[in-house]
C-alpha cells in the first residue's frame, strides 16, 4: 500500500512533466509538480473524533534474515517463497554532497550483492564511490567534448519537449579536476532552508545556462542511471535485461531506492523526488502507472541516510553487541551534512527498531573541512600568492590534503616512519611536534618561491599538527556537540541504557573525529566504525529494497517539528482581547484570526502503516464558485520549535499549499446564514501519512468514499 502510494507521486510528477492529460481520479499520492496557486482562506476546524484522527491501515509482518557475503545480514526467504516472488533488481543510490555510491542486487539472490567500484574516467584504485561533480559545455560557448552525456530534453511549460541549445555535460570522474567548469556541492542547493555556506552561493556562475538547482540534480541522476545500467548489462546480459526485443524497452523489474539526509525540509525531499522522477529511476519512459501503481514496473522508496546506515551497520555487529531494550545513536558524517538519530532495539530477529527522541543535525559535515584547509592556506601564502598558484598546483596541493592528512590524520599519532612523495620527497617530517604526538605535514605547493616566513621550502608548505588540529577542532567541536545533546535527550527519555554510538559516512571513517569523540566519551559509550562505513547508507538502501513493502526495520519515527492549519476561532471573550475579533460575514459571528491547530506536534511517533487526519471545514461564498465545481485549496504551517505558539507568530512558517482538482459542489452542503444569505460548507480532511523518506498528502471529502483526486503542493 504505502510504495504505491510513493510510486503514485513519482507517476504524478511524470504526468504533470511530460503535459499527459489522463485521469488521476485513482492517484492517492498528493505531491505533483508545484504549480502557481494563490492559497485559500483560513480553514475552519472542526473538533475532530477521536476515530477520525487516525485511520489505521493492517501493518504486515516481516521476513525473516539471512546471512550476506558482502559483509552484511539481508532478508531472506524460503525456496517456496522465492519461486513465488518476482525475480526484481534493487538499486541502491545514495546521492552524497561530495560523493555518490550505487549498489544493485537481485531478490533471487539477495546475499550477492554489488557495490559499483569502478566508474568512467577513474584511473588508479577502484572507489566505492564516485564524486558528485559534473560540468558543462554548449555549443554556443565550449566545445562539448566527444565522451560528453547529452542530458534528456526537458518539458517546456506547455508540455512540448523543446531544446534550445545543445548541453553536454561530464559527471564524475570524467570532470577534469583542473576545469573551472566544475560544479561541486550541487546537492546543498537542493534545500534552502537550510544555513548555506558562503562557498555554494548559486551565482550566475555556478548555475550555468540558466539551469536550476533541480535540473543539475537531475542532469548527474541521469547519469549515474544510465551507467547502472551498462553495469547491469555487463554482469547479467542484454537479453536479461531487455528480453528477445530490440533492446529499447528494459523487461526487467527494477526498483531504486534513494536516499536523503534526515534534516532535510519537506520540500528539499521533494525536490529530490522531482529530480529522480525525471531522471528516470524508477520510470519506463515509454511506459505508465501499472495497476498497482508502478511506474513501468519499478518504484522508486526514499529512505533517510542514518535509517539506511543503521539498516546495515546492525547487521554488521557481532552478536550480543546489543541487546533487546537498549538504545543506539547513528551518527552520519558526510560530504555536507551530519546526521543525529537515535533508536531503541524492540526485536533482533526479526530487527525492530524505534526512533527513540527526535533526530538532530546540521551541515558540518567533510566539505566545511576543506574549505578551512584552503582558507588555512590563503593565511599563511598571502591571498595574491594563492590567487596565482596554477589549476594543477591547487589539484595536487588538494589530493594531498585529502589523502594524507583528512583521512588518516589522528590526534598524537603519527607516520613515523612518514610517507614518500614524487623524487623520495619525504612528506611529513620525522620530528615531533610540541607535544611529542606525531609528525608534521609537507603539503606540495608547486610554484611557490621558498620563503621561511610563510613555512615554503622547495616547493613545500610545512604545516604542523596543532595546526591541522586546529583545522579540525570547530567542525569537529559541531560534530560532537550534535552527539552531545541527542545522548542527552536518550537518557532524559528513559526509553533505556545507550550501547554504543555508530559512526557511519565519509566523515565518519575519519581517524581524527573518531579518537575525538571517544576521548569525549571516556569510555562510558563504546564508538564505533562497523566496516565499509563509507559506504553503510548505499548498503543499507539495498538492504531496505531487499525487505520490500511494510517490513522495514525503523518501525516508528517521530515527527521533527509540528504540522498543522491557521484558522479562524469564534471569539472568546475569557480567552481573547476585544480588539482581536473580527466579524464573520458567512458564519455571522465574532472570530479571531491567525489561530494555530496543531494536528502533529513535535516528537509524536509515526508509521507508514498509520494516515494522520487533519480534519476541518471550509465556508465558500456562492459568489466564489465558478460552475459547478471548485478547487479546495488548504495551507500547511510547520513550526520546528520545541514549544509551538497557538497563534501565528514569527516562528510559525507556510509548509506548503494543497490544491485540489476541480471536486463538484453536489459534494458539498448549502446553508442559508442570518441574514439569508447561501454558501456553501465542506467538511473534509487533509491526511497524511509519513514514510522514511517523504510525506504523502491526500484530500478526503467527509462522508464520500475516495479521495477528491490529484493534489498538486506548492512548496514555499
Given at each position: 500500500m504505502m510504495q504505491s502510494m510513493i510510486s503514485s507521486t513519482a507517476a504524478a510528477i511524470r504526468n504533470s512533466a511530460v503535459g499527459r492529460k489522463k485521469s488521476l481520479a485513482n492517484v492517492r499520492s498528493s505531491a505533483t509538480i508545484p504549480e502557481q496557486q494563490e492559497p485559500g482562506k483560513p480553514e475552519m476546524v472542526r473538533k475532530p473524533s477521536s476515530a477520525s484522527v487516525l485511520t489505521l491501515t493492517a501493518e504486515r509482518h516481516a521476513k525473516g534474515t539471512g546471512e550476506g557475503k558482502n559483509g552484511g545480514v539481508v532478508p531472506g526467504s524460503t525456496g517456496v517463497e522465492k519461486a513465488k516472488e518476482e525475480d526484481r533488481i534493487i538499486v541502491g543510490i545514495d546521492f552524497g554532497t561530495t560523493h555518490s555510491a550505487v549498489a544493485w542486487a537481485q531478490t533471487s539472490t539477495p546475499d550477492e550483492y554489488e557495490v559499483i567500484t569502478q566508474w568512467p574516467g577513474q584511473v588508479g584504485k577502484d572507489w566505492g564511490k564516485v564524486p558528485s561533480d559534473i560540468s558543462y559545455a554548449t555549443s554556443s560557448g565550449s566545445t562539448v567534448a566527444d565522451n560528453a552525456t547529452s542530458p534528456p530534453t526537458l518539458p517546456d511549460s506547455s508540455g512540448t519537449t523543446t531544446t534550445t541549445t545543445t548541453i553536454g555535460y561530464k559527471w564524475g570522474f570524467e570532470v577534469p579536476p583542473l576545469s573551472p567548469n566544475r560544479l561541486s556541492w550541487i546537492k546543498i542547493l537542493l534545500d534552502p532552508s537550510q544555513p548555506r555556506p558562503k562557498f555554494v552561493n548559486p551565482k550566475r556562475t555556478v548555475l550555468p545556462y540558466g539551469k536550476k538547482a533541480v535540473d543539475i540534480v537531475t542532469d548527474y541522476l541521469t547519469a549515474l542511471r544510465n551507467y547502472t545500467m551498462v553495469t547491469l548489462e555487463r554482469r547479467l546480459g542484454r537479453e536479461f535485461l531487455y528480453g528477445d526485443g530490440d533492446g529499447k524497452v528494459i523487461k526487467r523489474r527494477i526498483d531504486f531506492v534513494l536516499t536523503v539526509p534526515a534534516v532535510w525540509s519537506d520540500k528539499a525531499r521533494q525536490m529530490t523526488l522531482e529530480a529522480a522522477v525525471r531522471a528516470g529511476l524508477g520510470v519506463d519512459k515509454g511506459g505508465g502507472v501499472d495497476e498497482e501503481g508502478a511506474i513501468g514496473g519499478g518504484l522508486l522508496r526514499l529512505i533517510t541516510e542514518p535509517e539506511g546506515a543503521a539498516e546495515y551497520a546492525l547487521r554488521t555487529m557481532q552478536a550480543g553487541m546489543m541487546k533487546v531494550g537498549e538504545c543506539f545513536v547513528v551518527c552520519d558524517a558526510g560530504g555536507g551534512t551530519v546526521d543525529l538519530i537515535s533508536y531503541k532495539i524492540t526485536s533482533l530477529n526479526p530487527l525492530r527498531l524505534n526512533e527513540c527522541v527526535v533526530g538532530s543535525g546540521g551541515l558540518c559535515g567533510a566539505v566545511y573541512l576543506d574549505r578551512r584547509f584552503e582558507e588555512f592556506v590563503v593565511r599563511r601564502l598571502g591571498k595574491e600568492t594563492f590567487d596565482g598558484m596554477s589549476h594543477r598546483a591547487?589539484?595536487?596541493?588538494?589530493?594531498?590534503?585529502?589523502?594524507?592528512?583528512?583521512?588518516?590524520?589522528?590526534?598524537?599519532?603519527?607516520?613515523?616512519?612518514?610517507?614518500?612523495?614524487?623524487?623520495?620527497v619525504s612528506l611529513v617530517d620525522d620530528g615531533d611536534d610540541e607535544e611529542g604526538g606525531g609528525a608534521d605535514f609537507h603539503v606540495p605547493v608547486v610554484g611557490i618561491a621558498d620563503s621561511a616566513e610563510k613555512g615554503v621550502y622547495a616547493g613545500f608548505l610545512h604545516v604542523t599538527r596543532d595546526e591541522v588540529r586546529e583545522i579540525f577542532e570547530p567542525i569537529v567541536t559541531q560534530v560532537i556537540e550534535l552527539i552531545s545533546k541527542q545522548v542527552i535527550d536518550v537518557l532524559k527519555s528513559a526509553n533505556g541504557?545507550?550501547?554504543?554510538?555508530?559512526?557511519?559516512?565519509?566523515?565518519?571513517?575519519?581517524?581524527?573525529?573518531?579518537?575525538?569523540?571517544?576521548?569525549?566519551s571516556s569510555g562510558k559509550i563504546p564508538i564505533l566504525q562497523p566496516r565499509n562505513a563509507w559506504t553503510a547508507v548505499v548498503r543499507g538502501a539495498i538492504i531496505r529494497g531487499l525487505q520490500g513493502d511494510g517490513i522495514a526495520a525503523v518501525q516508528?519515527?517521530?515527527?521533527?517539528?509540528?504540522?498543522?492549519?491557521?484558522?479562524?476561532?469564534?471569539?472568546?471573550?475569557?480567552?481573547h482581547r476585544p480588539e482581536e475579533k473580527k466579524w464573520h460575514e458567512l458564519r455571522c459571528e465574532w472570530v479571531v484570526r491567525n489561530r494555530m491547530q496543531w494536528y502533529i506536534r513535535r516528537g509524536d511517533a509515526t508509521t507508514e502503516s498509520r494516515k494522520m487526519s487533519f480534519p476541518f471545514y471550509r465556508t465558500i461564498s456562492c459568489d466564489d464558485v465558478k460552475g459547478n465545481t471548485h478547487q479546495l485549496r488548504t495551507e500547511l504551517w510547520v513550526c520546528d520549535e520545541q514549544n509551538a505558539p497557538d497563534r501565528r507568530d514569527h516562528n510559525v512558517r507556510k509548509l506548503a499549499v494543497m490544491t485540489s482538482e476541480p471536486v463538484n459542489v453536489e459534494k458539498f452542503t448549502k446553508h442559508l446564514n442570518e441574514k439569508g444569505k447561501p454558501f456553501w460548507r465542506v467538511d473534509y480532511s487533509l491526511d497524511m501519512t509519513v514514510t522514511s523518506g517523504l510525506v504523502i498528502y491526500e484530500m478526503r471529502i467527509e462522508g464520500q468514499e475516495g479521495t477528491v483526486g490529484r493534489v498538486q503542493t506548492k512548496y514555499e
Amino acid at each position: 500500500m504505502m510504495q504505491s502510494m510513493i510510486s503514485s507521486t513519482a507517476a504524478a510528477i511524470r504526468n504533470s512533466a511530460v503535459g499527459r492529460k489522463k485521469s488521476l481520479a485513482n492517484v492517492r499520492s498528493s505531491a505533483t509538480i508545484p504549480e502557481q496557486q494563490e492559497p485559500g482562506k483560513p480553514e475552519m476546524v472542526r473538533k475532530p473524533s477521536s476515530a477520525s484522527v487516525l485511520t489505521l491501515t493492517a501493518e504486515r509482518h516481516a521476513k525473516g534474515t539471512g546471512e550476506g557475503k558482502n559483509g552484511g545480514v539481508v532478508p531472506g526467504s524460503t525456496g517456496v517463497e522465492k519461486a513465488k516472488e518476482e525475480d526484481r533488481i534493487i538499486v541502491g543510490i545514495d546521492f552524497g554532497t561530495t560523493h555518490s555510491a550505487v549498489a544493485w542486487a537481485q531478490t533471487s539472490t539477495p546475499d550477492e550483492y554489488e557495490v559499483i567500484t569502478q566508474w568512467p574516467g577513474q584511473v588508479g584504485k577502484d572507489w566505492g564511490k564516485v564524486p558528485s561533480d559534473i560540468s558543462y559545455a554548449t555549443s554556443s560557448g565550449s566545445t562539448v567534448a566527444d565522451n560528453a552525456t547529452s542530458p534528456p530534453t526537458l518539458p517546456d511549460s506547455s508540455g512540448t519537449t523543446t531544446t534550445t541549445t545543445t548541453i553536454g555535460y561530464k559527471w564524475g570522474f570524467e570532470v577534469p579536476p583542473l576545469s573551472p567548469n566544475r560544479l561541486s556541492w550541487i546537492k546543498i542547493l537542493l534545500d534552502p532552508s537550510q544555513p548555506r555556506p558562503k562557498f555554494v552561493n548559486p551565482k550566475r556562475t555556478v548555475l550555468p545556462y540558466g539551469k536550476k538547482a533541480v535540473d543539475i540534480v537531475t542532469d548527474y541522476l541521469t547519469a549515474l542511471r544510465n551507467y547502472t545500467m551498462v553495469t547491469l548489462e555487463r554482469r547479467l546480459g542484454r537479453e536479461f535485461l531487455y528480453g528477445d526485443g530490440d533492446g529499447k524497452v528494459i523487461k526487467r523489474r527494477i526498483d531504486f531506492v534513494l536516499t536523503v539526509p534526515a534534516v532535510w525540509s519537506d520540500k528539499a525531499r521533494q525536490m529530490t523526488l522531482e529530480a529522480a522522477v525525471r531522471a528516470g529511476l524508477g520510470v519506463d519512459k515509454g511506459g505508465g502507472v501499472d495497476e498497482e501503481g508502478a511506474i513501468g514496473g519499478g518504484l522508486l522508496r526514499l529512505i533517510t541516510e542514518p535509517e539506511g546506515a543503521a539498516e546495515y551497520a546492525l547487521r554488521t555487529m557481532q552478536a550480543g553487541m546489543m541487546k533487546v531494550g537498549e538504545c543506539f545513536v547513528v551518527c552520519d558524517a558526510g560530504g555536507g551534512t551530519v546526521d543525529l538519530i537515535s533508536y531503541k532495539i524492540t526485536s533482533l530477529n526479526p530487527l525492530r527498531l524505534n526512533e527513540c527522541v527526535v533526530g538532530s543535525g546540521g551541515l558540518c559535515g567533510a566539505v566545511y573541512l576543506d574549505r578551512r584547509f584552503e582558507e588555512f592556506v590563503v593565511r599563511r601564502l598571502g591571498k595574491e600568492t594563492f590567487d596565482g598558484m596554477s589549476h594543477r598546483a591547487r589539484f595536487q596541493m588538494n589530493q594531498y590534503w585529502e589523502t594524507y592528512i583528512k583521512r588518516e590524520f589522528n590526534d598524537g599519532d603519527g607516520d613515523e616512519d612518514g610517507a614518500e612523495g614524487a623524487g623520495g620527497v619525504s612528506l611529513v617530517d620525522d620530528g615531533d611536534d610540541e607535544e611529542g604526538g606525531g609528525a608534521d605535514f609537507h603539503v606540495p605547493v608547486v610554484g611557490i618561491a621558498d620563503s621561511a616566513e610563510k613555512g615554503v621550502y622547495a616547493g613545500f608548505l610545512h604545516v604542523t599538527r596543532d595546526e591541522v588540529r586546529e583545522i579540525f577542532e570547530p567542525i569537529v567541536t559541531q560534530v560532537i556537540e550534535l552527539i552531545s545533546k541527542q545522548v542527552i535527550d536518550v537518557l532524559k527519555s528513559a526509553n533505556g541504557p545507550i550501547s554504543a554510538i555508530l559512526l557511519v559516512g565519509g566523515f565518519g571513517s575519519s581517524e581524527y573525529l573518531y579518537s575525538r569523540i571517544s576521548k569525549w566519551s571516556s569510555g562510558k559509550i563504546p564508538i564505533l566504525q562497523p566496516r565499509n562505513a563509507w559506504t553503510a547508507v548505499v548498503r543499507g538502501a539495498i538492504i531496505r529494497g531487499l525487505q520490500g513493502d511494510g517490513i522495514a526495520a525503523v518501525q516508528t519515527r517521530l515527527s521533527r517539528r509540528y504540522y498543522g492549519v491557521v484558522h479562524d476561532a469564534s471569539f472568546d471573550p475569557n480567552k481573547h482581547r476585544p480588539e482581536e475579533k473580527k466579524w464573520h460575514e458567512l458564519r455571522c459571528e465574532w472570530v479571531v484570526r491567525n489561530r494555530m491547530q496543531w494536528y502533529i506536534r513535535r516528537g509524536d511517533a509515526t508509521t507508514e502503516s498509520r494516515k494522520m487526519s487533519f480534519p476541518f471545514y471550509r465556508t465558500i461564498s456562492c459568489d466564489d464558485v465558478k460552475g459547478n465545481t471548485h478547487q479546495l485549496r488548504t495551507e500547511l504551517w510547520v513550526c520546528d520549535e520545541q514549544n509551538a505558539p497557538d497563534r501565528r507568530d514569527h516562528n510559525v512558517r507556510k509548509l506548503a499549499v494543497m490544491t485540489s482538482e476541480p471536486v463538484n459542489v453536489e459534494k458539498f452542503t448549502k446553508h442559508l446564514n442570518e441574514k439569508g444569505k447561501p454558501f456553501w460548507r465542506v467538511d473534509y480532511s487533509l491526511d497524511m501519512t509519513v514514510t522514511s523518506g517523504l510525506v504523502i498528502y491526500e484530500m478526503r471529502i467527509e462522508g464520500q468514499e475516495g479521495t477528491v483526486g490529484r493534489v498538486q503542493t506548492k512548496y514555499e
